[in-house]
């Protein structure tokens, strides 16, 4: 390959990889300004935590399997949202300005997780994977689902409470089948657990600076299959942080390992591409076969299905190898030239006579 078609690639290689790395996109969940779970949901170098711009969900944060969320198989995108939503869960942050509360963004953020995996939608766009929760529960989910989705992405604080009294009530007439078929799935009954506490909301319906009354944490692996409680089943649950100094350093740490891995990466591959430049370089300046090339010398060095052949003298068929064959030599200049008679000085040239 040559060094300018080598260097092009690499170019494009490392633009593709930040491209890949940083993809525009926010990477927080949801969350009120200055909320003391901001340390839990915004946990990127840079943003920051006043600014409402700052967590917003795409369907890329959300995870459909208990094992997501917590133990030896937990993915680093559900810790993050089990944490963010769990601090969400009991906060009483309300920003007035922006109409907002954690209350609100906790409703959010499960119902978006119930509608991407049950539901297969985040609004207009479409789950491409088949989930568990979809394929053992679609017939008896899909009552509720117009309901959820119903303006899920509007973020109005009016509509906190809308999927409530969505498509004639269809959820709160629904969610005890929807509820009692998940809870019967392995590795899928932290959904059920979501849509206990969205009934739970609807039920209370608690004021600005109130928090839902739920028995246990959304996250705890449900044991029960009777959905007529308001609350969620509990066992084993899930630790919830109660503060954010509790999980802080986790999320800041994962914030600064993810840039730093960046850095990392792009570094090594500016070396690679560096180190693999000089390597071609002095290759191609010690290279046997550009010296010599006019007086065949070169051709010694070329491997033998690079080398040029002709036939051999004799009458037999041997090929020998062009730069074998002796190189034209020059004539010797050990005598000083002879002059041929009658061209020196002093001398005539002889003169042709007609005879008579």
């Known amino acids: 390959m040559s060094q300018p078609r080598y260097q092009l690639v690499c170019y494009i290689f490392v633009l593709f990889t930040i491209i890949a790395l940083f993809d525009g996109r926010v990477r927080a969940i949801e969350v009120t300004a200055d909320s003391q779970c901001s340390n839990f949901c915004i946990n990127s170098p840079g943003l920051n935590v006043s600014d409402i711009a700052s967590s917003q969900t795409f369907s890329g944060d959300l995870s459909c399997l208990d094992s997501d969320y917590d133990g030896t198989n937990e993915t680093a995108i559900g810790r ?7 601090c969400e869960q009991n906060s009483t942050a309300v920003d007035t300005v922006n109409e907002e509360n954690d209350v609100y963004w906790f409703l959010f953020n499960i119902k978006s997780t119930v509608a991407w995996c049950v539901q297969g939608f985040f609004q207009d766009e479409q789950n491409p994977n088949a989930t568990l929760a979809n394929s053992e529960c679609h017939a008896a989910c899909d009552p509720i689902g117009n309901a959820i989705e119903d303006r899920l992405k509007e973020t109005n604080e009016t509509l906190q409470y809308n999927y409530c009294e969505s498509n004639n009530g269809a959820f709160m007439s629904g969610v005890d089948d929807c509820s009692k078929c998940l809870y019967g799935v392995d590795n899928v009954k932290i959904l059920g657990n979501f849509l206990s506490a969205l009934k739970s909301a609807c039920q ?11 028995s246990t944490n959304v996250f705890s692996v449900a044991t029960s299959t009777s959905p007529g409680s308001s609350t969620s089943p509990t066992t084993s649950s899930t630790s919830s942080p109660s503060s954010p100094s509790s ?24 070396i690679l591409c560096g180190l693999v430049f000089l390597v071609l370089r002095r290759r191609k300046r010690s290279s046997p076969y550009t010296q010599g090339e006019l007086d065949g010398r070169g051709m010694q060095n070329m491997p033998p299905h690079m080398q040029e052949y002709k036939q051999g003298p004799g009458s037999g068929h041997s090929q020998v190898p062009v730069y074998a ?23 005539k040239s002889p003169r042709f006579e007609r005879r008579k």
């Open 80 to 86: 993050k949202f089990r944490t963010c939503v769990s």
């Open 204 to 214: 209370q319906k608690p004021s600005l600076s109130s928090t839902i009354s739920l």
């Open 247 to 270: 999980d802080s350093s986790d999320s800041s740490l994962s914030g600064g390992a993810i840039a730093g891995i960046v850095i990392g990466a792009i570094a090594g591959l500016a």
């Open 325 to 347: 064959q002796q190189a034209p030599m020059e004539m010797g200049a050990e005598r000083p030239p002879v002059e041929l008679p009658g061209t020196g000085s002093g001398m």
